[in-house]
């Protein structure tokens, strides 16, 4: 048995918060450098070129990439090896987030109650999903999810009698009804089976995968190449403003179904794609 | 800024712009205040004639700046209070994304322009934010009410005053 102090996990949700929220990847500056060369649109071009200028000055200056700092989700695996010791594992990660939040200067944007709406004042509690995992070392994966593309999300309980296409079809409208009220261009996770809440949260660990990167499995890499170039015929473009640059990538998850069911979930990230992982 | 009837009328739909002067820091929940400000019978903490409204909740400033990073919020949401608004003499809105038929045809009404700004570069466009101060709803922190200056602060006019939309294709 190895043993991991709580406090040792809340230092990674730290640190992947910082890491996050001033830094963009290296794979989604180049997929909008790699955009900027697509675009025969004047604004569509310039409005990426405001995306790479962003990146750079929030990294220079110490500017949060976005001012929508988000809803904390964090994706803790915990090998079976581990012994977690401490203080309890939900309040550490969530005195982390508050922690982060508050000394790096992110924007507050969690209320404590959908109909009340009162501010918590310090960005908690997060989104935490926690999964036993083989092995003895424990894995944080952290997104800062906004909320202006996570209200786009969409999801259908489709039945067997759907195909590849129909299921395409239900991501496109969704991602036509979203338009430019995301931050286009999008990243696209789609969790396809499973059940009503597997498919949800198929769709979020599919907006962590490495962008681009395609799935293993051969029928949903191809749903994914044929996804990319509907969504980006679209039009929709950069910020809705017209483009062929509607979204950098679509992953897609799938998980075993019932026998009667064909769950599909959309869940749609902005360009400020910010997410990072650490292992302990 | 603010607006005149005349300048809202000269800006067309697809113009870049570099916006300077006075606007005002509201979203959802500031917009919900100011109805209920309304339905009271009481008059808004600003002056609405003429007056433009940026739809962003900024992250707190570091010393020395007046925000943190400040870029547009989703427009849509703002939809169901923005009629009223305009009908009492907003003439400017700065967000991202479509707007409600409604909204357009109050925008033909009355004459107010929406301009778009980058989504998600909020650390460049707080770059054209000179200041930054809270004038009501304190309480609701990044939601609250503030008076803005904005110095070359890039956009584009992306629905005009005789209802031209860069959204529609």
Known sequence: ??????????????????????????????????????????????????????????????????????????????????LVTGQPLEQTVNSAVAAAYTRLGLRKSVVAHPLERRNTGDNAPAILHTRLVPGDRATVRFAAKGGGCENMSAMA??????????????????????????????????GLGGNFERAAMLAKLALLRPLGRPSENPIDARLERDLLARIN???????????????????????????????????????????????? | MPLDGQTVRSLSAGQRVLISGTVWAARDAAHRRLMQTLDSGRPLPFDICGAVIYYVGPTPPTPGRAVGSAGPTTSAR?????????????????????????????????????????????????????????????????????????????AVVAIDATGKSLYER
Do not use: W
């Open chain 1, 157 to 190: 309980m489709l039945t067997p009698s759907a195909d590849a296409t129909a299921v395409a079809d239900f991501v496109v409208k969704t991602v036509v009804q979203a338009g430019g009220k995301t931050c286009p261009p999008i990243i696209v996770g789609v």
């Open chain 2, 78 to 154: 703002m939809d169901p209070y923005a009629p009223r608004l305009i009908e009492l003499g907003l003439r400017g809105m700065i967000g991202k994304g479509p707007r409600s038929p409604q909204v357009v045809e109050t925008m033909k009404k009355f004459g107010a322009v929406y301009f778009a700004a980058t989504g998600g570069a909020g650390a460049l466009l707080a770059t054209k934010i000179r200041s930054y101060q809270v004038v009501a709803y304190d309480d609701l922190g990044p939601e609250a009410l503030a008076r803005m200056e904005l110095e070359n602060f890039p």
């Open chain 1, 233 to 280: 015929a679209t039009g929709i473009g950069p910020m809705g403003l017209g483009g062929r640059t509607t979204a950098l990538a679509v992953h897609v998850e799938s998980a075993p179904c019932h026998i009667a069911s064909l769950p599909v979930a959309v869940n749609i990230d902005c360009h400020s794609h910010r997410h990072a992982e650490i292992s302990i």
């Open chain 1, 1 to 82: 048995m190895r043993e991991i102090d709580a406090a040792e996990i809340g230092r990674a949700v730290e640190q992947c918060i910082e890491q996050a929220s001033f830094t963009l990847g290296r794979a989604e500056l180049d997929a909008l450098t790699t955009a900027i060369a697509v675009e025969d649109n004047s604004l569509a071009r310039d409005i990426l070129g405001e995306l790479i200028e962003n990146a750079s000055i929030a990294a220079a200056e110490r500017r949060a990439l976005c001012q929508d700092t988000g809803l904390a989700v964090v994706f803790l695996d915990i090998g079976q090896q581990v």
